[in-house]
């Protein structure tokens, strides 16, 4: 058990009170290291993948108060209000002390219980059977002593609320006469505490002489061991006063005074605390001193290593900063203007700009955005109807597109982007067929999932590699963009490691902060090469100039093949339907049918790629629409089939030091 050292000056006469490590950190630094990794690793696991208990019980101790009284003749009176809050049914607590001194017994005053306490019902006492130990009780409120194990048990049953139970109880002889001082030794809060105690305040009142006066650090010297936040002050008025905001299960908050033995009138001579013949005084101040001397040792390792994990903080952030205004920061486009009223670059394909528009961000839109460039180029042509699909009860009639593949223009394809999107269409989903319905790209997905994967990805590296060869991004940027991730992810572990090894966890504070911020400098390391950031600029002006075109004193032309293709550009940017209101505004000639159009109930005019059209008195949603629907649901529905995803269930006062241990406490539980 690895306990706490902490220091703080006396509020009465400015001396500082000592704690101490006693119990040193046995393992090597390498061994510490292997440990905290593999602690961390199982925990991840058992969150990942153990199943959580849907009613698990627990109990937390958010406040403890004990008020205790050294009598003359040495016994030591404690009333000890103890608050729980108990998530799930309980029905039982108890303490228990052990390692009494010499001669000293227990005797149980009274045990009372209540929501607060303003609100205590006193319990009664009933006989103990033994094998209340593991489970049971007398079968209502009350309390019982295990005599031979010195523990005390208080009988309920509560679920879900917070309860205060107060433990009234007398350790005979507690207090020791030494023919120099009298001193108590004593674990206010046992190291046997199966939870955490929090927010801890004990009161000792000593036995002080009638016209005595206390000064602290001369006739009362008070030590307290355990957390390295607590605190213990003497006051005027002849009480110690510990403070402990927390003590961790398996750890201590200790008590150390020694007074003039005077006031200890009433132990008798030959009594079991009567030492009148041994001096204790000088081998108080020698062990606490010692414990003093590594405590402050500790303390200045603590300080030391916190400045340097702050400087590296402080470098790295230096680095992190530095390597974004060198790498990371986006160039400035020598492009200017406001509106941009061309393809973004010519010659490129637009699934290549999608990409440039969402920093090389794999999509479904660049598949959809391929299918309306080729649906424009006269490669596929697209039609709508309807045809009858099995349902539970009955087949109901389903409004779908069709693709219909034009061999002839195919031919004439130059783009090996074209032509593999083609083939995947027609060749793979369709399996050589001529048409295919949208619906069908998902039926296919659902049950050729690693077809459906391969050929997706095969098409999705196409695209990358022609994006590489277009050199939009630094070719450096996401190397530069792993190693600030890789050095974010590092700094946390390696302060978590460090916090756990040397028990400082304010490292972890810098070491946080830290590693966020350079986690989140690492997502804008990648950038656009001068050429990439010019021709992002245009795809700005051109999404701009798509919105806005309508109040400019201008007319754009006329042509539906243009605007075809300006149109996979206004998809790709995701303004497609305020471009179609802008054009309508502009040239609502361009969307007027001639009779054979309008009687043939499939024909998709160009403008159906983009908007919602009407067919057998319904409303059909525009193409783009539902064909990134369908290629998006296919991706998820492979996705989810090819990762098998199932459902799961399931001194003079001051500060404590961490030397001692030597005091008599116990600990305790719940059930």
């Known amino acids: 058990m690895q306990n706490h050292a902490f220091i703080k000056k006396n509020r009465q006469n400015g001396q500082f009170a000592t704690l101490v490590v006693e119990n040193q950190v046995k393992s090597s630094f390498g061994k510490g290291v292997a440990l905290a990794v593999a602690v961390l690793a199982l925990a991840f696991a058992c969150l990942c993948f153990t199943p ?118 007398t350790v005979t002889k507690a207090a020791q006469a030494y023919s120099d001082v009298g001193e108590l030794y004593w674990q206010f809060v046992g190291s046997g505490w199966a939870e955490d105690s929090s927010d801890v305040a004990m009161t000792l009142n000593l036995p002080v002489a009638s016209g005595a006066k206390i000064t602290a650090g001369e006739n009362v010297r008070a030590w307290g061991h355990g957390p390295l936040d607590a605190t213990v002050a003497i006051n005027d008025d002849g009480t110690v006063s510990y403070s402990v905001p927390h003590v961790n299960a398996g750890s201590y908050a200790e008590a150390r005074v020694v007074f003039p033995v005077e006031w200890l009138s009433g132990v008798a001579s030959g009594a079991d605390n009567m030492h009148e013949s041994t001096a204790r005084l000088d081998t108080v101040l020698s062990e606490e001193q010692t414990w003093a001397d590594r405590a402050n040792a500790q303390r200045a390792l603590s300080l030391g290593l916190l400045i340097v994990v702050i400087l590296a903080c402080l470098a790295l952030l230096v680095w992190g900063v530095r390597s974004f205004v060198r790498y990371g920061k986006e160039l400035k486009p020598t492009f200017e203007d406001e509106y941009w009223r061309d393809v973004p670059e010519a010659g490129a394909h637009p699934a290549v700009i999608g990409r440039l528009w969402t920093f090389d961000k794999e999509s479904s839109t660049d598949f959809t955005a391929t299918i309306m460039h080729l649906a424009n180029a006269g490669a596929i042509l697209i039609n709508k109807g309807s045809y009858e699909q099995g349902g539970v009860i009955r087949k109901k009639q389903v409004d779908d597109y069709y693709l219909t593949r034009v061999p002839q223009v195919e031919l004439s394809l130059n783009s090996t982007i074209d032509r593999k999107a083609m083939s995947f269409l027609f060749d793979t989903v369709a399996q050589g067929q001529p048409s295919l319905w949208l619906g069908t790209i998902k039926a296919y997905a659902e049950s050729n999932p690693e077809e459906f994967n391969d050929a997706m990805s095969d098409w999705q590296g196409l695209v990358t590699s022609y994006v590489i060869t277009a050199e939009y991004f630094e070719s450096y940027s996401k190397s530069k963009r792993f190693r600030m991730l890789s050095v974010a992810i590092a700094l946390i572990l390696g302060c978590f490691i460090i916090a756990c090894i040397f028990e400082n966890f304010l490292v972890l504070v810098p070491g946080i902060i830290t590693g966020v911020a350079l986690i989140v400098v690492s997502r804008f390391m990648e950038r656009r090469t001068q050429k990439g950031a010019d021709v992002y600029a245009r795809c700005k002006g051109l999404r701009k100039w798509l919105t806005e075109f309508s109040a400019l004193d201008e007319r754009p032309a006329a042509d539906v093949k243009v605007w075809g293709e300006f149109m996979v550009y206004a998809y790709l940017f995701g303004v497609a339907e305020q471009a179609i209101g802008e054009l309508r505004k502009k040239v609502p000639e361009m969307f007027q049918l001639n009779n054979n159009e309008t009687l043939d109930s499939s024909y998709v005019p160009w403008w159906g790629l983009y908007t919602s059209t009407y067919y057998a008195n319904t409303t059909m949603p525009d193409l783009g629409s539902m064909l990134n629907t369908s290629v998006s649901e296919s991706i998820q529905a492979v996705q989810s089939a090819l990762s098998g995803d199932s459902s799961d269930g399931s001194g003079g006062g001051g500060g404590f030091s961490s030397g001692g241990g030597g005091g008599f406490g116990g600990g305790g539980g719940a059930r």
């Open 52 to 169: 959580q208990q849907a009613h698990a019980k627990s109990y937390e101790m958010p406040h403890t108060t004990i008020n205790a009284t050294v009598q003359p003749n040495g016994d030591l009176h404690v009333v000890e209000q103890r608050t729980f809050d108990f998530s799930g049914t309980f029905t039982a607590v108890w303490w228990n002390f052990d390692s009494l001194p010499s001669g000293s017994d227990i005797k149980i005053n009274s045990v009372s219980m209540g929501s607060s306490a303003k609100s205590f019902s006193e319990f009664p006492s009933v006989p103990f059977q033994l094998d209340w130990r593991e489970s049971g009780g007398p079968g209502g409120d009350a309390y019982s002593f295990d005599k031979p194990k010195n523990t005390v048990y208080v009988f309920f049953s509560v679920e879900d609320e917070v309860d205060v139970v107060q433990l009234d109880y």
